[in-house]
Nanobody, 118 residues
Framework: QVQLQESGPGLVKPSQTPSLTCTVS??????????WSWIRQPPGKRLEWMGA???????YYRPSLNSRTSISWDTYKNQFTLHLSSVTPEDTAVYYC??????????WGKGTLVTVSS
């Protein structure tokens, strides 16, 4: 059974560029047809899809976050990583990684809280 787990810094200062890594077990991130997504939820707000990287290695980004978002991967470690530049307190949120199966996202990590504060 596929499992995902997020990791990254819990506290980040404004203007920094944190990296959050999702480690996948029980399945390869290069498996055809799957996309690997990052989603976040600020306190009191709705879920926001940020971007994804396809099994081919091609990244996709939410237009409003395109200039600040980058997703990379390490197929050897079976990991994909979110890089978010120039963060502000508005980026404070619980960040999730999930497997996108086109028809829905059924496998998620438990999430990791990232707090942006000076």
């Amino acid at each position: 059974q596929v499992q995902l787990q997020e990791s990254g810094p819990g506290l980040v200062k404004p203007s920094q560029t944190p990296s959050l890594t999702c480690t996948v077990s029980g399945g390869s991130i290069t498996t055809t047809d799957y996309y690997w997504s990052w989603i976040r939820q600020p306190p009191g707000k709705r879920l926001e899809w940020m971007g994804a990287i396809a099994y081919s290695g091609r990244p996709y980004y939410r237009p409003s976050l395109n200039s600040r978002t980058s997703i990379s991967w390490d197929t050897y470690k079976n990991q994909f990583t979110l890089h978010l530049s120039s963060v502000t307190p508005e980026d404070t949120a619980v960040y999730y990684c999930a497997r996108d199966e086109y028809c829905g996202m059924y496998h998620w990590g438990k999430g990791t809280l990232v707090t942006v504060s000076s």
